[in-house]
T-cell receptor, first 113, second 113 residues
Framework: KQEVTQIPAALSVPEGENLVLNCSFTDSAIYNLQWFRQDPGKGLTSLLLIQSSQREQTSGRLNASLDKSSGRSTLYIAASQPGDSATYLC????????????FGQGTILTVHP | NAGVTQTPKFRVLKTGQSMTLLCAQDMNHEYMYWYRQDPGMGLRLIHYSVGEGTTAKGEVPDGYNVSRLKKQNFLLGLESAAPSQTSVYFCASQRQGGSYEQYFGPGTRLTVT
């Protein structure tokens, strides 16, 4: 059974810092890995999706990497801003033709001015 | 495009009552999913559907039923609500093929007293 772990559970940083969120998974037979953002009381917003054949994806100040063999992904946020404060969720899709997602418990990020 | 919508946004039920949550998507996606999100547990898959008229069990299906009579709608039913079903429920849809990215609705907050 796939298990996804996110470290740290919570992170508080001053504005402007570069930061890294970690995600690990136990079964390397994945189809893709998605990073989501969730604001309090809101739904999930997809940030980046990395296919199993890819090593990284970039969108603006966000960069996500994937090392399938070691079962790890990182989300790098450059020059953090208070508006980045949210919960960040990592989810992996199993190696089947449809992508049932297994989620980590998330990292709560607070960026203070 | 409205994307993925969920009805209702909030609901309070008494133990033993029944209700149906509606998920609708206007992206002509084949696959649809129901998740629940609980503190400390992350999101867990309840049921899913890979096409009109099909449904399958996810990780935590007990106490729930689903139906996919139309491609754009996925209904989640609680026949006899229990306090353990207090949660936030998210629906997601996904296109067949391509990146298999999942798109999430805004969620339904359900409280069972």
């Amino acid at each position: 059974k796939q298990e996804v772990t996110q470290i740290p559970a919570a992170l508080s940083v001053p504005e402007g810092e570069n930061l890294v969120l970690n995600c690990s998974f136990t079964d390397s037979a994945i189809y893709n890995l998605q990073w989501f953002r969730q604001d309090p009381g809101k739904g999930l917003t997809s940030l980046l999706l990395i296919q199993s054949s890819q090593r990284e994806q970039t969108s603006g100040r966000l960069n996500a990497s994937l090392d399938k063999s070691s079962g790890r992904s990182t989300l790098y946020i450059a020059a953090s801003q208070p508006g980045d404060s949210a919960t960040y969720l990592c989810a992996v899709a199993g190696g089947t033709s449809y992508g049932k997602l297994t989620f980590g418990q998330g990292t709560i990020l607070t960026v203070h001015p | 495009n409205a994307g993925v919508t969920q009805t209702p946004k909030f609901r309070v039920l008494k133990t033993g009552q029944s209700m149906t949550l509606l998920c609708a998507q206007d992206m002509n996606h084949e696959y649809m999913y129901w998740y629940r999100q609980d503190p400390g547990m992350g999101l867990r898959l309840i049921h899913y559907s890979v096409g009109e008229g099909t449904t399958a069990k996810g990780e935590v299906p007990d106490g729930y039923n689903v139906s996919r009579l139309k491609k754009q709608n996925f209904l989640l039913g609680l026949e006899s609500a229990a306090p353990s079903q207090t949660s936030v429920y998210f629906c997601a849809s996904q296109r067949q093929g391509g990146s298999y990215e999942q798109y999430f609705g805004p969620g339904t907050r359900l409280t069972v007293t």
